[in-house]
């Protein structure tokens, strides 16, 4: 067990609707950050969020959002979904000195 | 954003042998991770080696920062050891993954 909670583990949806991802980052941690990996393109940051504030942005697309709570869970939201947003998200927290630690993702199957 | 090339990008090995995986960035960075992907999909952190050489068991990693590359050896390989090994380079806020070592480790 990482530390690092996500879910769900697995969601299936329909193209044009919205879902919401979540993450719990281990006990202590202010950081989460989310990424997601596609057959195509390969393991992809998307944004951080450091106890509240987002901190950095990468490639996420304007279809999606983040936000993160005064209990540092954070949620990743994605709209109007197409095809190609079929991915496993992953979050990640981490410690100074120790690296960055992974949940074990959300599988996210749009049909 | 730095580039990440790891190699080679697919091994098939005979359990019980050894090899070695290396990790090249293009640019100086705060922070060199190795992951193996299990077949479920999880990430599991290998090693957190800005520098320097660290053991697990049956794995260790190098990396010489000044020269940007990283090595992860596995030795007397077992078929657990199968999936996808990625090096990560953290450097600004974020990770620049390589496109990982496709491992398959056959009875």
């Known amino acids: 067990d990482s530390g690092v909670t996500q879910t769900p583990k697995h969601l299936i949806t329909a193209t044009g609707q919205r879902v919401t991802l979540r993450c719990s980052p281990r006990?202590?941690?202010?950081?989460v950050y989310w990424y997601q990996q596609s057959l195509d393109q390969g393991l992809q940051f998307l944004i951080q969020y450091y106890n509240g504030e987002e901190r950095a942005k990468g490639n996420i697309l304007e279809r999606f959002s983040a936000q993160q709570f005064p209990d540092l869970h954070s949620e990743l939201n994605l709209s109007s979904l197409e095809l190609g947003d079929s991915a496993l998200y992953f979050c990640a927290s981490s410690v100074a000195m120790q690296g960055y630690t992974f949940g074990s993702g959300t599988r996210l199957t749009v049909v | 954003g730095i580039q990440v090339e790891q190699s080679p990008p697919d091994l098939i090995l005979q359990e019980g042998a050894n090899s070695t995986l290396r990790c090249n960035f293009s640019?100086?960075?705060?922070?060199l991770q190795w992951f193996h992907q299990n077949p479920w999909g999880q990430l599991i952190n290998l090693f957190y080696?800005?520098?320097g050489t660290k053991q697990n068991g049956r794995l260790s990693a190098t990396t010489v920062a000044t020269e940007r590359y990283s090595l992860l050896y596995i030795s007397s390989s077992q078929t657990t050891d199968s999936g996808v090994y990625f090096c990560?380079?953290?450097?600004?806020?974020?990770?620049?993954f390589g496109t990982g070592t496709s491992l398959t480790v056959i009875p």
């Open positions: 990560a380079a953290f450097t600004g806020n974020q990770f620049y």
């Open positions: 640019d100086s960075v705060n922070n």
């Open positions: 006990s202590g941690d202010l950081s």
């Open positions: 080696i800005p520098s």
